[in-house]
């Protein structure tokens, strides 16, 4: 009954020991089926990696063989080389190696000529010695004075020669240097031109009648007396009919005196009180006529950013002449020039501008100021914020300062071509001629002048000089001598030619 019972307990525990048999068989069956995967896939791995080296190792001979073969090549290449190398240097060494041979042929057979060139040499010398001997015996001159003498004849031909050439020379810069000149100047005048002003020192009024004269003069001469020493000018009441004259130097004080003059007589009242009154206010119009020309003439002249103090001066040349030109309408025609000029010169057009219309700014100073024009007014454009090139350019317009720029030649220029142009300024008759006997005193001043002539209204000085004192190169000298001169102590327009006349004249009579 008991061994019925545990039988189905010992059928498990078989079962269940038949299946742990058989599980571990699959597991161990399962275990080796992938050991013989990972072989299989080890073989594949292993044998493509040998076919790799395989195929590697084919691709490393043949490119072994290939640089094998190629510096196989270069070698030779290079053998080839080397051998037309040396065939070349065995040509030079052979061709060096006869040179050599003639080289040594040539010394020795210039040995030979130069001990025969010595010996000929010798007797050369010994030739002319004997005859150096001859000659000093036949001409009773020793060697030197012979050599002095054909020093003394060479000179004199080399200074002639010299003098021609310096003639041929100047003539050449002379003549290159007046076409330049001109043409810069022709079109500087033909672009810039003003008109012809007449030169007054007094102005005339209109009176409606002859009875205003009697008022003009007052009781006593009160009223005349009143006038003038308000506006500081004199008044002259004549026989000419319904006018009188106001007549000052100052053309500010003759300008404010001539209106002061025209108001009273077309008020009609007359008296010191009303005098003095009419007089300021009259003043005051012409300060702000000064002014507004003095900024007038910047904008034409194109000379923007001056001071107004330098305003109010300049403004006072337009009732300042000189030789009958107005010196405002000069200085607005020196700064066109100047525009022109340093344009076609390549130079600062703005410096130069300013410069030229600045360059007089000196003469619109009373007699107070020390002083010339030029430098007066460069201190006082200096004063009032003017750029030092512009200053150097005023100041060294009559060479009273060095010029430090072109800047300033050009206004030094620009200054003459406005005053010498034709029918500028007008000369009077007094100083005409004493500017011609100057230059005719300054060329007479020389050793060996014969007569000298002032032409063509002072613009040309002939000399005419003593043949025999003064040859072909001493006239040269003399005229640049002259022409120096005439610079440095004489004051002109333009410029002035200097003609220094040589003549020889060799007379016979046939009989």
């Keep these: 009954m008991d061994n019925i019972r545990f039988l189905p307990f010992l059928i498990s525990l ?18 080796i089926q992938e050991n013989e995967k990972k072989r299989a896939e080890a073989n594949d791995i292993l044998s493509q990696a040998e076919k790799k080296a395989t195929r590697i190792e084919k691709e490393v001979q043949d490119q072994a063989l290939e640089i094998r073969q190629s510096a196989e090549k270069e070698a030779n290449r290079r053998r080839m080389e080397l051998g037309r190398y040396e065939e070349r240097l065995q040509s030079r060494s052979d061709q060096l190696d006869r040179r050599a041979e003639k080289i040594e042929d040539r010394e020795h057979a210039l040995s030979k000529l130069q001990s025969t060139l010595d010996k000929k040499a010798n007797q050369v010398e010994g030739i002319y010695t004997e005859v150096s001997k ?19 004849q060479v000179e004199e031909e080399t ?12 003539a050449e810069a002379r003549d290159e240097g007046e076409r330049k000149a001109r043409r810069l100047i022709a079109d500087a005048i033909q672009r810039v031109a003003s008109e012809h002003v007449d030169e007054v020192t007094s102005s005339t009024v209109a009176l409606p009648s002859d009875d205003m004269k009697g008022r003009i003069i007052g009781r006593n001469g009160r009223n005349i007396r009143a006038f003038e020493k308000a506006t500081g000018v004199d008044v002259i009441v004549d026989d000419t009919p319904e006018a009188v004259t106001v007549s000052c130097f100052d053309s500010v004080r003759r300008e404010v005196a001539k209106r002061a003059m025209a108001k009273l007589v077309i008020d009609g009242r007359i008296h010191p009180a009303h005098i003095e009154e009419i007089v300021a206010k009259e003043r005051d119009r012409i300060d702000k006529v000064i002014l507004e020309a003095g900024e007038e003439a910047a904008y034409e002249a194109g000379v923007p950013g001056l001071h107004m103090e330098i305003l109010k001066k300049l403004g006072r040349l337009k009732f300042r002449t000189s030789y009958g030109q107005n010196q405002l309408a000069h200085a607005v025609e020196s700064a066109q020039l100047c525009s022109v000029l340093a344009a076609e010169m390549g130079a600062n057009v703005e410096a130069a501008k300013a410069g030229g219309l600045l360059h007089d700014l000196g003469k619109a100073m009373d007699h107070n ?20 090139l512009v200053v150097n350019a005023i100041g060294s317009h009559h060479h009273e300062a060095e010029q430090q720029s072109v800047e300033a030649v050009i206004v030094e220029a620009a200054d003459a071509i406005s005053g010498a142009r034709p029918g500028a300024r007008r000369e009077s008759l007094e100083h005409y001629l004493k500017r011609v006997r100057a230059l005719e005193d300054a060329a007479d001043s020389y050793e060996g002048v014969k007569k000298s002539y002032a032409l063509q209204a ?13 040859d072909d190169l001493a006239a040269s000298r003399l005229a640049r001598k002259i022409s120096k001169n005439i610079e440095e102590t004489m004051q002109y327009p333009g410029k002035i030619k200097v003609t220094v006349i040589r003549e020889t004249r060799s007379v016979e009579y046939a009989k």
């Design 134 to 152: 001859k000659l000093e015996e036949v001409s009773n001159l020793t060697r030197q004075e012979a050599r002095q003498i054909l020093l003394d």
């Design 159 to 170: 200074r002639n020669d010299m003098s021609r050439i310096v003639r041929e020379i100047e």
């Design 14 to 31: 078989f079962a269940l020991a038949i299946g742990a048999a058989i599980g571990y068989f699959y597991k161990n069956y399962q275990v």
């Design 458 to 470: 002072g613009r040309e000085v002939r000399i005419f000089v003593q043949p025999k004192r003064i």
């Design 369 to 388: 100021t020390e002083g010339t024009h030029a430098q007066i007014g460069a201190e006082f454009a200096e004063r009032y914020g003017v750029p030092p």
